[in-house]
């Protein structure tokens, strides 16, 4: 397994011109991790084909049809959780969550009905916006233990992977409009907010300020989070627009 891969994923996603670079890319990241099945997909909403919301993906090839025919997305204990989860978690995890639950026997049947696909184990990655949550991305296939640094980086691989996507078919503008955002950033933030409205690299930054150019780019990724900016680009209009610097 290779961490490097994923960094230099982020740093490159944003040049990719098509949508299918972008998905080949994330695809091969995913592979070099050992998942055999992942999904980048929108939240869904009441009476919508579950396929259609996805993004990106590649599943077990009987799979997605017996999900939808035992109607599986309304009891599935990973959607239940993500709709509460603010932060990465494991599908395994889940089914403590739903200990008392009264539909913990179809629950149970689900997740034996995916071991028997391929589906052992896997993680998911909540994508939040302005209105709440937006999107997952989801990995599986074999047991897989990711040390929490690969979680974190998993983590900003699928937010930027889910933007770029949207931005390259011109489907962001619905998910932008009409929420309120957090502009409440840290010292540490504004310092590294500066010096990007600059122009500087994150080695650049990382000299100035005296830390690495991974610590700078996890600073980056933490501001994009919050303003809800598509790429560092993005980042730097938004600041103006919002009076962050002048």
Do not use: C
């Not at 055999?36 to 869904?44: D, E, F, I, P, T």
């Not at 009476?47 to 990106?56: F, I, K, R």
């Not at 509460?84 to 599908?91: I, V, Y």
């Amino acid at each position: 397994m290779n961490i490097s891969r994923l960094v230099q994923l982020l740093h490159v996603i944003e040049e990719f011109r098509s949508a299918d670079s972008v998905i080949e890319e994330l695809a091969e990241a995913i592979r070099s991790y050992k998942f055999a099945y992942y999904g980048l997909l929108r939240q869904r909403k009441p009476n919508t084909d579950p396929m259609s919301l996805v993004l990106a993906g590649h599943w077990p090839a009987q799979w997605p049809g017996v999900y939808i025919a035992k109607k599986y997305v309304l009891i599935d204990p990973t959607v239940r959780y993500l709709a509460r989860a603010q932060r990465p978690f494991r599908w395994r995890d889940t089914m403590a969550a739903f200990k008392a639950d009264p539909h913990r026997r179809r629950m149970e049947k689900m997740m034996f009905d995916a071991r028997s696909h391929g589906l052992f184990d896997g993680y998911i990655f909540p994508i939040h916006g302005r209105g709440g949550l937006l999107g997952n991305m989801t990995l599986g296939g074999d047991v897989v233990d990711l040390s929490p640094a690969e979680v974190a980086l998993f983590d900003a691989v699928a937010h930027k992977a889910f933007w770029r996507l949207l931005e390259l078919r011109n489907e962001t503008f619905a998910l932008e409009q009409g929420t309120p955002i957090d502009t409440k950033l840290t010292h540490r933030e504004m310092e590294i907010l500066h010096n990007l409205v600059d122009g500087l690299t994150s080695v650049e930054i990382g000299r100035a300020l005296k830390i690495s150019n991974h610590t700078v780019d996890w600073y980056i990724n933490g501001i994009q989070g919050k303003l809800k900016a598509k790429n560092r680009q993005h980042i730097v209009a938004l600041a103006f627009r919002y009076g962050l610097v002048s």
